[in-house]
């Protein structure tokens, strides 16, 4: 069974600031996936790693295989990045395992 | 880009009632997913669903749960009696496999409320 940590479970950061979310596993995996979880519950996809490192606009995310670790990393953070960002993984084809979620606020 | 849709988006219900929650996934994939969220919780696996079986069911999907496909591409997951715990956020969710690797697309979710 796979253990998923993450952290912080709380962030709070002025608007512009660099964000670093932590992501951690136990049983080796062929996918890592970054989830956004807006107030109102629904889940978007923001990355999906196997290896090395993804951006997209201000988001980045990197995955060390052999250290079992994920970051998300968000440049010049904005009160509307605000929100849960959830990590999860995956063997091929079968169920995510969650982490509990980083619940990110950016004060203005 | 592909999308997952759920619905209702929200349902009350009074406990001991039966509830269906109805996903419509992503065409000719054919791994499927349900998971729950209780709220201030984080998601937890229900059941998986390939090539029209059960695959996997956690803990939680006991005999109250069912998943079916009536009509071979639609998923509903069907809650016989709900009792006031099973009051969460519903995802039903499929990973497609790409060039790039396993991509997770969600549905909006069922926010179900028990009274």
């Known amino acids: 069974k796979n253990e998923v940590e993450q952290s912080p479970q709380n962030l709070t950061a002025q608007e512009g600031e660099f964000i670093t979310i932590n992501c951690s596993y136990s049983?080796?995996?062929?996918?890592l996936h970054w989830l956004q979880q807006h107030p109102g519950g629904g889940i978007v996809s923001l990355f999906m790693?196997?290896?090395g490192k993804k951006k997209h606009g201000r988001l980045i995310a990197t995955i060390n295989i052999q250290e079992k670790h994920s970051s998300l990393h968000i440049t010049a953070s904005h009160p509307r990045d605000s929100a849960v960002y959830i990590c999860?993984?995956?063997?091929?084809?079968?169920?995510?395992?969650f982490g509990t979620g980083t619940r990110l606020t950016i004060i203005p | 880009e592909p999308e997952v849709t759920q619905t209702p988006s929200h349902q009350v219900t009074q406990m001991g009632q039966e509830v269906i929650l109805r996903c419509v996934p992503i065409?000719?994939?054919?791994?499927f997913y349900w998971y729950r969220q209780i709220l201030g919780q984080k998601v937890e696996f229900l059941v998986s669903?390939?090539?029209?079986?059960?695959?996997?069911k956690s803990e939680i999907f006991d005999d109250q749960f069912s998943v079916e496909r009536p009509d071979g591409s639609n998923f509903t997951l069907k809650i016989r009696s709900t009792k006031l715990e099973d009051s969460a956020m519903y995802f039903c969710?499929?990973?497609?496999?790409?060039?790039?690797?396993?991509?997770?697309?969600f549905g909006q979710g069922t926010r179900l409320t028990v009274v």
């Open positions: 049983v080796g995996i062929s996918a």
């Open positions: 999860a993984v995956s063997r091929l084809n079968e169920k995510l395992t």
């Open positions: 065409s000719n994939h054919l791994y």
């Open positions: 969710a499929q990973t497609v496999a790409g060039a790039l690797g396993e991509e997770a697309f």
């Open positions: 669903f390939y090539n029209n079986e059960i695959s996997e």
């Open positions: 790693l196997s290896s």
